[in-house]
């Protein structure tokens, strides 16, 4: 029977992760990094499991060259760290999912052997002592959370020699006791200094040169993070936007500069854009940019709390919009302007209502 390759990518730090951080916003985190590990897929690995922080991928019949392994390992490493990367430099999120997400690491486990599989419901699974084994040797002694290790049955295979070196791997040998019996494996801790990591779009950071069109004050008797979680967290937003029938957004993605969604209103689709302007660092700010709300050739709208204590805070909201033809001014100034600030302000009516249904505090301050 030919042998078979075992690859589990399995994400270090999950375990403390979860159990001290936000769980919606840890679980989208996890779930966006195991869909990148699943993309930069390039050896056409079967995955025959998502176990919980793992992938428990697999390739039948079948051992790829030493060259195309390796290459395979660096390329989710490469993925992973600079998904990580992005997500540090585009949060806006202030929770702790997402301020300690980059504290994340990657282990990546690879074994081979004849496989055999069980049919369960019509479903077929890699069984057998090679998966236990596989599974066994992501419980090592190997003083690192950010390694590759490869059993000495793969290395034999790929003819990888025990002291290879190269600007991103260099292996040593390691041995575990399983169950009594020895298991020897190649290992080498991965310095992502030496990853050729993505680029990704940089953040919007939008200047004003002139004041807000539009600004309106309220107070909530809710803490600045829950009113905070309420405007970004997609989800929500038919809870208390007036007027949109449907928003599209990924369900699985943590907001951040540069997400995108999509309101529809009476058929039509408008697209916004995550962005941010500056404010003091103790006030949290979401913003959004949609370049075509008739009859403006732009729109800015910005959210900026200001906590006043642990159970309160104030809301502001600015909305900054560009017209660029003599007809967009004018249609602005015969009606546009009121009705579309109306249904603005009723929204934030509908915010602060919403959130005084678990503590009654919301006060207007001013508005125009």
Same mark, same amino acid.
């Given at each position: ?23 919606? !916003?840890?679980? !989208? ?44 390992? @660096? ?23 997402? /301020? ?10 690879? !074994? =081979? ?26 419980? #090592? ?31 040593? %040998? ?24 993505? #680029?990704?779009? /940089? ?34 937003? +038919? ?21 995108? +969604?999509? =309101?529809?209103?009476?058929?039509? !689709? ?11 660092? +103790? ?13 403006? @050739? ?14 309160? =805070? ?43 249904? %678990?503590?009654?505090? /919301? ?6």
């Amino acid at each position: 029977m030919a042998k078979s390759l075992l690859f589990i990518p399995d994400i270090s730090g999950f375990t403390n992760f979860v159990q001290t951080t936000e769980a919606e !916003h840890s679980q !989208h985190v996890i779930a966006e990094l195991l869909e990148v590990l699943i993309k930069a897929n390039t050896q056409d690995l079967k995955l025959a499991e998502v176990e919980g922080d793992a992938l428990f991928f697999y390739k039948e019949g079948q051992i790829p060259s030493q060259e195309k392994i390796l290459a395979q390992i @660096e390329s989710m490493y490469t993925a992973f760290y600079s998904h990580l990367r992005m997500m540090e430099t585009n949060r806006i999120c202030p929770c702790n999912a997402c /301020a300690t997400a980059p504290n994340l690491e990657l282990k990546i486990v690879l !074994h =081979c052997g004849e496989m055999q599989f069980l049919t369960v419901q019509g479903n077929r699974k890699p069984f057998g002592e090679i998966v236990i084994q596989a599974h066994r040797l992501l419980k #090592n002694s190997i003083k690192s959370d950010n390694y590759v290790l490869i059993s000495n049955a793969l290395a034999q295979e790929i003819k990888l020699a025990s002291d290879y070196e190269s600007l991103l791997f260099q292996f040593q %040998k390691g041995v575990d006791l399983y169950d009594g019996k020895p298991i020897d494996y190649l290992f080498a801790n991965i310095d992502v200094t030496q990853l050729k990591l993505h #680029n990704f779009d /940089a953040p919007i950071l939008y200047k004003p040169d002139l004041p807000p069109d539009f600004t309106k004050a309220v107070k909530i008797g809710k803490s600045a993070y829950e009113v905070y979680e309420m405007i970004t967290n997609y989800r929500h937003r +038919h809870k208390w936007v007036k007027g949109v029938d449907e928003f599209k957004y990924d369900a699985n993605e943590v907001t951040r500069t540069g997400t995108e +969604h999509t =309101c529809v209103i009476n058929g039509r !689709h408008f697209d916004f854009t995550t962005v941010i302007k500056e404010v003091p660092a +103790h006030q949290l700010v979401y913003g959004e940019l949609t370049f075509n709300p008739p009859p403006v @050739e732009r729109l800015y709208q910005f959210y900026i709390l200001d906590p006043i204590s642990e159970t309160s =805070c104030e809301l502001t909201v600015e909305v900054y919009w560009r017209t660029k033809t003599p007809l967009q001014k004018l249609l602005m100034l015969i009606g546009a302007k009121k009705q579309m600030t109306s249904g603005l302000s009723a929204s934030i009516d509908n915010l602060v209502d919403l959130m005084r249904q %678990k503590e009654p505090l /919301a006060e207007e301050l001013d508005g125009q």
